[in-house]
Protein backbone atom coordinates (compact mmCIF):
# COMPACT_ATOMS: atom_id res chain seq x y z
CA UNK A 1 0.00 0.00 0.00
CA UNK A 2 3.09 2.30 0.76
CA UNK A 3 4.65 1.60 -2.80
CA UNK A 4 1.35 2.53 -4.19
CA UNK A 5 1.50 6.21 -2.75
CA UNK A 6 4.92 6.31 -4.71
CA UNK A 7 4.20 4.58 -7.64
CA UNK A 8 0.48 4.52 -8.66
CA UNK A 9 0.11 1.39 -9.66
CA UNK A 10 1.88 -1.58 -7.96
CA UNK A 11 1.18 -4.98 -7.42
CA UNK A 12 2.19 -8.43 -6.01
CA UNK A 13 2.27 -12.01 -7.30
CA UNK A 14 2.90 -14.92 -5.23
CA UNK A 15 1.43 -18.11 -2.86
CA UNK A 16 -1.41 -17.49 -0.66
CA UNK A 17 -3.09 -19.26 2.07
CA UNK A 18 -6.57 -19.21 3.66
CA UNK A 19 -6.63 -18.65 6.95
CA UNK A 20 -10.10 -19.47 7.42
CA UNK A 21 -10.82 -23.61 7.18
CA UNK A 22 -11.90 -24.17 3.75
CA UNK A 23 -12.31 -27.97 2.42
CA UNK A 24 -14.88 -28.04 -0.49
CA UNK A 25 -14.11 -28.89 -3.91
CA UNK A 26 -13.71 -25.01 -5.34
CA UNK A 27 -11.58 -23.73 -2.71
CA UNK A 28 -7.71 -24.54 -2.45
CA UNK A 29 -6.46 -23.97 0.69
CA UNK A 30 -2.92 -22.88 -1.00
CA UNK A 31 -2.90 -20.64 -4.77
CA UNK A 32 -0.98 -18.23 -6.37
CA UNK A 33 -2.71 -14.55 -6.55
CA UNK A 34 -2.31 -11.59 -8.31
CA UNK A 35 -2.78 -8.72 -5.57
CA UNK A 36 -3.06 -5.33 -7.10
CA UNK A 37 -2.28 -1.57 -5.25
CA UNK A 38 -3.60 1.21 -7.12
CA UNK A 39 -3.94 4.49 -5.93
CA UNK A 40 -7.10 6.55 -7.11
CA UNK A 41 -9.08 4.34 -8.45
CA UNK A 42 -12.45 3.65 -7.92
CA UNK A 43 -14.93 0.59 -8.19
CA UNK A 44 -15.33 1.38 -12.66
CA UNK A 45 -11.79 1.62 -12.59
CA UNK A 46 -11.29 -1.89 -10.96
CA UNK A 47 -13.70 -3.37 -12.96
CA UNK A 48 -12.21 -2.64 -15.88
CA UNK A 49 -8.67 -3.62 -14.72
CA UNK A 50 -9.91 -6.96 -13.50
CA UNK A 51 -12.16 -7.39 -17.22
CA UNK A 52 -8.21 -6.20 -19.35
CA UNK A 53 -6.47 -8.69 -16.45
CA UNK A 54 -8.22 -12.03 -17.26
CA UNK A 55 -8.64 -11.13 -21.10
CA UNK A 56 -4.85 -10.49 -21.11
CA UNK A 57 -3.88 -13.80 -19.27
CA UNK A 58 -6.41 -15.87 -21.91
CA UNK A 59 -5.62 -14.79 -24.81
CA UNK A 60 -1.97 -14.77 -24.03
CA UNK A 61 -2.34 -18.85 -23.33
CA UNK A 62 -4.74 -19.03 -26.20
CA UNK A 63 -1.31 -17.26 -28.66
CA UNK A 64 1.23 -19.28 -26.75
CA UNK A 65 0.35 -22.56 -25.92
CA UNK A 66 -1.95 -23.33 -28.92
CA UNK A 67 -1.04 -27.38 -27.99
CA UNK A 68 -1.99 -27.27 -24.81
CA UNK A 69 -5.18 -25.88 -25.52
CA UNK A 70 -5.96 -28.50 -28.02
CA UNK A 71 -5.48 -31.46 -25.63
CA UNK A 72 -7.08 -29.54 -23.42
CA UNK A 73 -10.19 -28.65 -25.67
CA UNK A 74 -10.16 -32.68 -27.28
CA UNK A 75 -9.35 -34.52 -23.78
CA UNK A 76 -11.02 -32.51 -20.89
CA UNK A 77 -13.57 -30.17 -22.30
CA UNK A 78 -14.95 -30.44 -25.87
CA UNK A 79 -15.45 -26.82 -26.91
CA UNK A 80 -13.42 -24.91 -24.26
CA UNK A 81 -11.16 -23.03 -26.99
CA UNK A 82 -14.42 -21.60 -28.22
CA UNK A 83 -15.41 -20.64 -24.73
CA UNK A 84 -12.58 -19.05 -23.76
CA UNK A 85 -12.58 -16.87 -27.23
CA UNK A 86 -15.75 -15.87 -26.29
CA UNK A 87 -14.99 -14.83 -23.27
CA UNK A 88 -11.98 -12.59 -25.05
CA UNK A 89 -14.32 -11.31 -26.75
CA UNK A 90 -17.26 -10.32 -24.62
CA UNK A 91 -17.81 -7.32 -22.98
CA UNK A 92 -19.00 -8.01 -19.21
CA UNK A 93 -22.06 -7.27 -17.51
CA UNK A 94 -22.08 -5.66 -14.75
CA UNK A 95 -24.51 -5.56 -11.95
CA UNK A 96 -25.34 -4.55 -8.53
CA UNK A 97 -25.53 -7.16 -5.46
CA UNK A 98 -29.69 -6.10 -5.37
CA UNK A 99 -30.44 -6.77 -8.76
CA UNK A 100 -28.58 -10.14 -8.77
CA UNK A 101 -31.11 -11.21 -6.11
CA UNK A 102 -33.73 -9.30 -8.09
CA UNK A 103 -32.93 -11.94 -11.06
CA UNK A 104 -32.74 -14.97 -9.04
CA UNK A 105 -36.09 -14.85 -6.97
CA UNK A 106 -38.11 -14.38 -10.10
CA UNK A 107 -36.39 -17.34 -11.71
CA UNK A 108 -38.58 -20.14 -12.32
CA UNK A 109 -35.84 -22.39 -10.14
CA UNK A 110 -36.11 -24.46 -6.68
CA UNK A 111 -33.24 -23.06 -5.22
CA UNK A 112 -31.61 -25.41 -2.64
CA UNK A 113 -29.93 -22.14 -0.82
CA UNK A 114 -33.03 -19.27 -1.69
CA UNK A 115 -31.40 -15.87 -2.70
CA UNK A 116 -32.04 -13.02 0.11
CA UNK A 117 -30.55 -9.19 0.63
CA UNK A 118 -28.25 -9.27 2.85
CA UNK A 119 -26.66 -12.70 2.00
CA UNK A 120 -24.07 -13.95 -0.24
CA UNK A 121 -24.51 -15.61 -3.25
CA UNK A 122 -24.24 -19.39 -3.14
CA UNK A 123 -22.21 -21.46 -6.81
CA UNK A 124 -26.04 -22.25 -7.89
CA UNK A 125 -26.34 -18.26 -7.81
CA UNK A 126 -23.54 -17.91 -9.34
CA UNK A 127 -23.68 -20.55 -12.22
CA UNK A 128 -27.70 -19.19 -12.96
CA UNK A 129 -26.41 -15.75 -13.47
CA UNK A 130 -23.60 -16.38 -15.87
CA UNK A 131 -26.49 -18.51 -17.56
CA UNK A 132 -28.57 -15.72 -17.54
CA UNK A 133 -26.56 -13.41 -19.33
CA UNK A 134 -24.97 -16.15 -20.98
CA UNK A 135 -21.40 -14.54 -19.93
CA UNK A 136 -18.94 -13.09 -17.55
CA UNK A 137 -21.09 -10.83 -14.78
CA UNK A 138 -19.35 -8.03 -12.39
CA UNK A 139 -21.76 -8.08 -9.37
CA UNK A 140 -20.76 -5.18 -7.11
CA UNK A 141 -22.11 -3.16 -4.08
CA UNK A 142 -22.66 -5.77 -1.96
CA UNK A 143 -24.02 -5.13 1.73
CA UNK A 144 -21.77 -3.45 4.14
CA UNK A 145 -22.72 -6.43 6.86
CA UNK A 146 -21.48 -9.24 4.43
CA UNK A 147 -18.28 -7.63 3.32
CA UNK A 148 -14.51 -6.83 4.69
CA UNK A 149 -14.58 -3.33 7.07
CA UNK A 150 -12.21 -1.97 4.96
CA UNK A 151 -14.34 -1.56 1.83
CA UNK A 152 -15.32 1.55 1.05
CA UNK A 153 -18.66 2.47 2.22
CA UNK A 154 -21.10 3.59 -0.87
CA UNK A 155 -23.44 6.84 -0.08
CA UNK A 156 -26.14 4.98 0.59
CA UNK A 157 -24.78 3.54 3.79
CA UNK A 158 -26.20 0.20 3.44
CA UNK A 159 -23.84 -1.01 0.49
CA UNK A 160 -19.88 -1.18 -0.09
CA UNK A 161 -17.98 -0.92 -2.80
CA UNK A 162 -17.16 -4.46 -3.88
CA UNK A 163 -16.91 -6.81 -7.01
CA UNK A 164 -17.07 -9.90 -7.37
CA UNK A 165 -16.40 -11.46 -11.06
CA UNK A 166 -18.43 -14.61 -11.56
CA UNK A 167 -17.79 -16.91 -14.87
CA UNK A 168 -19.20 -19.27 -16.58
CA UNK A 169 -18.38 -22.83 -15.97
CA UNK A 170 -15.97 -21.63 -12.56
CA UNK A 171 -17.99 -19.33 -10.14
CA UNK A 172 -16.04 -16.37 -8.73
CA UNK A 173 -12.53 -16.16 -10.01
CA UNK A 174 -11.67 -12.59 -9.02
CA UNK A 175 -13.25 -9.93 -6.18
CA UNK A 176 -11.78 -6.73 -5.16
CA UNK A 177 -13.18 -3.78 -3.61
CA UNK A 178 -12.43 0.33 -3.52
CA UNK A 179 -10.50 1.08 0.27
CA UNK A 180 -12.02 3.52 2.29
CA UNK A 181 -9.78 6.68 1.53
CA UNK A 182 -11.42 9.39 3.69
CA UNK A 183 -9.13 10.36 6.80
CA UNK A 184 -11.97 11.36 8.99
CA UNK A 185 -13.51 7.56 8.55
CA UNK A 186 -10.27 5.97 9.01
CA UNK A 187 -9.40 7.26 12.33
Excluded at 14 to 39: Q, V, Y
Excluded at 40 to 45: A, G, I, K, V, Y
Excluded at 69 to 92: A, P, R, T, Y
Excluded at 140 to 161: C, F, H, Q, R
Amino acid sequence: ETFAEAYGKIYTFGPTLRSENSNTKTHANEFWMIEPEIAFCDLEQLMDIEEDCLKFVVSKVLEKCPEEMEFCDKFIEQGLIDKLHKLVNSKFVRIDHKEAIDILKKADKEWEFKPEYGEDLAKEHEKYLTEYFNGPVFVKNWPKDIKSYYMKLNPDGETVAGVDLEVPGAGEIMGGSQREENYDKLV
